[in-house]
């Protein structure tokens, strides 16, 4: 079992930057693809950004490529997101996920362990 725990949101002003933190326990992320997804008020859930377990390969949402970077830390067990140019249309409940790295993917059904969320509110 993976625990993740999201941290690091808030509410910052458009062109803001915030960084999310996702500390992982119950096992080591070293062989975990890991991502961030985000879900606005009454919208489906969406992908922001993945990184492999080796960071070698990402991928990241077009909404948001440019203003993002997902990096992470396997020593420390924590995966980050990098958020700049924060833009109203971003205000939503970001989540971390891990899954077992077997195959790199981007669809959030393929992701077994989720966090609880950090929300993130950018004003205009």
């Known amino acids: 079992q993976v625990q993740l725990v999201e941290s690091g949101g808030g509410s910052v002003q458009a062109g803001g930057s915030l960084r999310l933190s996702c500390a992982a326990s119950?096992?080591?992320?070293?062989?975990?693809?890991m991502a961030w997804f985000r879900q606005a008020p009454g919208k489906e859930r969406e992908l922001v950004a993945v990184a492999s377990w080796n960071i070698v390969r990402k991928h990241y949402a077009d909404s948001m490529k440019g203003r993002v970077t997902i990096s992470r830390d396997n020593a420390r067990n924590t995966v980050y997101l990098q958020m700049n140019s924060l833009k109203p249309e971003d205000t939503a409940v970001y989540y971390c996920a891990a899954r077992p790295a077997v195959h790199f993917t981007a669809g959030q059904a393929e992701y077994s362990y989720w966090g609880q969320g950090t929300q993130v509110t950018v004003s205009s």
């Open positions: 119950g096992r080591a992320l070293d062989r975990y693809d």
